[in-house]
């Protein structure tokens, strides 16, 4: 095939990727590496769809904030999530501004969906609780603040 028609190839498999959901520049790099040996022209193709807005990170990074806190993860866990697949600092930023969640909110809401309305009867119970709130991502100041009368 000539360079014009991997291009197009090329292309036609990152927007069948997209139409699907959205990926990170970084994740559809990965992904058409394993489709084709050619990595300035995947960086070519990309740069072109970013301009033209068919991809975004920007848009990446909102859409997976949106789900993940809607799914009861807290700020830190999203944040961690984002960054190891490959989001730039100030991208998941400005999404978590964005998202304007009540973090405290949320994370009372995870406690009591996982546990109950009922507070904890012992430390041991509470301190269930806080790992689970933190493991899910939500900080010391959070997780306290779940615990805290209605």
Known sequence: MTESQDRKALRRQAMDLLSRR??????????LKKRI???????EVLTALARENLQSDQRYCDSYVRQRSARGYG???IRLELCHKGAQDEQVDTAMQAAGHDWYELARRA???KFGPAMPADFREKSKQLRFL???????????AAFADE
């Open 22 to 31: 959205e990926y990170l520049y970084s994740e559809l790099i990965v992904k």
């Open 111 to 113: 406690r009591v969906k």
């Open 75 to 77: 700020p830190e866990r």
């Open 37 to 43: 040996d050619a990595p300035e022209l995947i960086a």
């Open 134 to 144: 933190q493991y899910r991502g939500f900080g010391g100041d959070y997780a306290h």
